[in-house]
């Protein structure tokens, strides 16, 4: 199975401050997945990369896959309130019949304090 | 516009008890999942059905079964409860391949 670290378990920042996730894999991505889930509430889909070196942003959100494939680091840039919640990262299970199961990081707590 | 539609969103059991979580897909994916959401372990698969007719086990599916009724539901029973069973319960869809998977809001299940 894949396993994916991510770091910091826990993150507090000031509104305003720019932070990053990082999230790294035991064995080459072929596909890394952002999900951001407020407390209580379902995972909402951030992005996708597949391609390594890939860099897709969406608003204030930048996420990054290394070319060797194996770590992706979502940047944060001037944090506010809203961008409060848990990320976390998920690969797909690569060839076989593990192409298309999802396995998760144990997810990043993020607080954005005003 | 509803997407994945899980049932009951909250559920308190007695150990012992059985119970079934509903989830339903509008989106015409042929692949489902049932995970498990525990604090400081991320989302766990307990089951999977690639395609309607298909399931199989994933990491922690003991306690567990499954049906594919159709294309568009997928249900999660639990035949006798057991307090290590309390966790949050996500079901999510996918098209397969290297697609993302859209997720219901959850089933906040207390096993006491």
């Known amino acids: 199975s894949q396993e994916l670290e991510q770091s910091p378990q826990s993150l507090i920042v000031q509104e305003g401050k720019n932070l990053t996730i990082n999230c790294t894999s035991s064995?080459?991505?072929?596909?890394l997945y952002w999900y951001k889930q407020k407390y209580g509430e379902g995972l909402i889909f951030l992005m996708m990369?597949?391609?390594?070196?890939e860099e897709k942003s969406h608003e204030k959100i930048t996420a990054k896959l290394d070319e060797k494939k194996q770590q992706s680091s979502l940047h944060i840039t001037a944090s506010q309130p809203s961008h409060a919640g848990i990320y976390l990262c998920?690969?797909?299970?690569?060839?076989?019949?593990?192409?298309?199961?999802?396995?998760f990081g144990r997810g990043t707590q993020l607080t954005v304090w005003p | 516009n509803a997407g994945v539609t899980q049932t009951p969103k909250f559920q308190v059991l007695k150990t012992g008890q059985s119970m079934t979580l509903q989830c339903a897909q509008d989106m015409n994916h042929n692949s489902m999942y049932w995970y498990r959401q525990d604090p400081g372990m991320g989302l766990r698969l307990i089951y999977y059905?690639?395609?309607?007719?298909?399931?199989d086990k994933g990491e922690v599916p003991n306690g567990y079964n499954v049906s594919r009724l159709n294309k568009r539901e997928f249900s999660l029973r639990l035949e006798s409860a057991a307090p290590s069973q309390t966790s949050v319960y996500f079901c999510a869809s996918s098209q397969g391949g290297l697609y993302g998977y859209t997720f219901g809001s959850g089933t906040r299940l207390t096993v006491v």
């Open positions: 064995k080459t991505l072929y596909g």
């Open positions: 998920g690969a797909d299970g690569g060839r076989g019949s593990t192409l298309g199961r999802l396995y």
């Open positions: 990369l597949q391609k390594g070196g």
């Open positions: 059905s690639a395609s309607e007719g298909t399931t």
